[in-house]
């Protein structure tokens, strides 16, 4: 199933790799802030008891 | 303006620091350089446009935050703002003021400094002339991030992020200048490209700068 | 029924709501079969080998630092002329995305550089470009987080991105001016001539369009963060003065 890959494959795992921590970083902290701000939200609204 | 302009001059004439800093700070890193990279002379030659022009860039730098800030923090900023002349030539002239006592100096040390650093002799001409176009540029730039970060507590550190990226394209085209003149090479096209980047940016950047401090005082 | 309408966080919070679950299928979707054609079906190049499949993340991720840039641009102006407040703060739910994506494209070229080229990094006018590109986005993010007044800095960060894609774009034709490149041409052009073998290109296609939408998603996702920052900031001052 895995490629072939030769030589080269530390720089094509690598950068399979690194992109996929870079991404998962964005949306890991994207989704928390998120999260983080709804739950924020919802209990100013609570507290506030308007709309 | 004429008033203003006397008046920004003699501020920072006056209150220290402002006027020699920079040049001290050029002075000392054209020494701490050879004393980091080793004394080998070809070496320092070949290096030294581009630290003579990092060197000025920095030193530019240093006093940039003053341009404003000192307006800011007893008020007369918003008595400018609220002046008969346009706000756009208040920071102009405040652009101009500063050049007069940061880039110009700078500019007339650079050829002693580039004797400390081994610049060959075909250079200095072009030094002179390179930093004498470029660095009107960095203080009409610099005069912009001033007055986006003018109204911050902290902004001294947040300029000096701002401002040199936009610094890019002079550095690249003043230390060409040096580096082609030492070599004897053609040197038309950087020396235009420097002398319009210093040219819009003084024509235009005041308008920027303008909305930006006309933003912070809101 | 203008495209304005969506400038009203209320109308822009119901829609996006409505649309997210579908960009975020078919971001997945769109990634995986991009990623998974490219990695696991496609022939090495015969001159650069497997590194050829780094492509299919560097090219796309490239494009949509440079887009994404632009897209700020963009919705800064629209701040500035039409003063929408969903605008500015996609603008500056962009950037972090944007900053990622530059990371990506700088990392992955390393690593294809240093055996093709036998370097990690030279100074060639786009890598260099790439690099300024970055120092942009920290100066623009990091504006946004000094001004604690939202419109403020929502007006000083436009006004910073305006100015500062001027001097981009003249950076990277100062860097062009500065040393010639060791960089290929671009990847993807209308001139056939230019373009990458068909093999490579349709999984390439449908990787660019993965990571389209992953940015898509990303800046919706972000943006209505904002949007709930702003409320509960409105919130907070209301309770205080009651």
Request: hydrophobic share 55%.
């Amino acid at each position: 199933m895995m490629p072939e890959l030769g030589k080269y494959a530390g720089a094509v795992l690598g950068s399979y790799a690194a992109t996929a921590v870079l991404i998962a970083g964005l949306v890991g902290l994207t989704l928390w802030q998120s999260v983080r701000m709804k739950r924020a939200l919802a209990e100013a609204e609570a507290r506030l008891g308007d709309k | 303006m004429k008033a203003l302009l006397l008046r920004d001059l003699r501020l920072a004439l006056r209150s220290g620091g402002g006027f020699g800093l920079g040049l001290a700070f050029f002075f000392l890193l054209s020494v701490l350089v050879p004393l980091g990279v080793g004394p080998e002379g070809g070496m320092l030659g070949r290096i030294a446009p581009g630290i003579l022009w990092v060197g000025a860039l920095l030193a530019c730098l240093l006093s940039l935050d003053r341009i404003f800030a000192l307006d800011q923090e007893d008020g007369s900023l918003d008595l400018l703002a609220t002046a008969p002349i346009p706000l756009e030539a208040v920071v102009a002239v405040k652009a101009c003021a500063h050049w007069l006592v940061t880039g110009l100096p700078l500019t007339l040390i650079a050829p002693g400094l580039g004797v400390l650093l081994n610049l060959p002799p075909g250079g200095y001409g072009w030094l002179v002339l390179s930093l004498f176009l470029g660095t009107p540029a960095l203080s009409v730039i610099g005069a912009f991030g001033a007055a986006v970060t003018v109204g911050l507590r902290r902004g001294g550190l947040l300029l000096s992020l701002l401002v040199l990226p936009l610094y890019v394209p002079t550095l690249i085209f003043g230390a060409e200048v040096v580096r082609r003149g030492t070599g004897g090479m053609a040197l038309a096209t950087p020396l235009a490209l420097l002398a319009a980047i210093s040219l819009g940016a003084a024509a235009l950047l005041p308008f920027a700068a303008a909305s930006a401090i006309r933003v912070n005082l809101r | 029924m203008s495209i304005w309408e969506y400038a009203n966080p209320k109308k822009f919070m119901a829609l996006s709501a409505g649309a997210l679950p579908w960009t975020v299928g078919l971001t997945v979707l769109l990634l995986a079969t991009g990623l998974v054609w490219g990695f696991f079906f496609t022939p090495d190049d015969y001159r650069q080998g497997s590194t050829v499949k780094i492509i299919y993340l560097h090219v796309p991720a490239a494009m949509m630092a440079i887009n994404a840039w632009i897209m700020m641009l963009v919705t800064s102006l629209i701040w500035i002329i039409r003063r929408h407040h969903v605008s500015a703060l996609a603008a500056k739910a962009a950037a972090p995305v944007g900053l990622t994506f530059t990371l990506v494209a700088l990392v992955t070229g390393a690593l294809w550089g240093q055996p093709m080229w036998g370097t990690w990094w030279a100074w060639d006018p786009r890598l260099t470009s790439f690099l300024i590109l970055t120092l942009f986005y920290l100066g623009y993010i990091a504006l946004w987080a000094a001004i604690e007044d939202p419109d403020t800095a929502a007006d000083l960060t436009s006004i910073l991105c305006l100015v500062g894609s001027v001097f981009a774009l003249l950076s990277r034709y100062a860097v062009n001016f500065w040393n010639q490149g060791l960089h290929q041409g671009a990847s993807l052009s209308l001139d056939k001539q230019e373009n990458v073998a068909d093999v490579f290109w349709l999984p390439l296609v449908v990787s660019i369009a993965g990571f389209i939408l992953l940015f898509f998603t990303m800046v919706l996702l972000r943006t209505r963060t904002e949007i709930r920052s702003r409320r509960l900031k409105a919130l907070l001052a209301r309770e205080r003065v009651a």
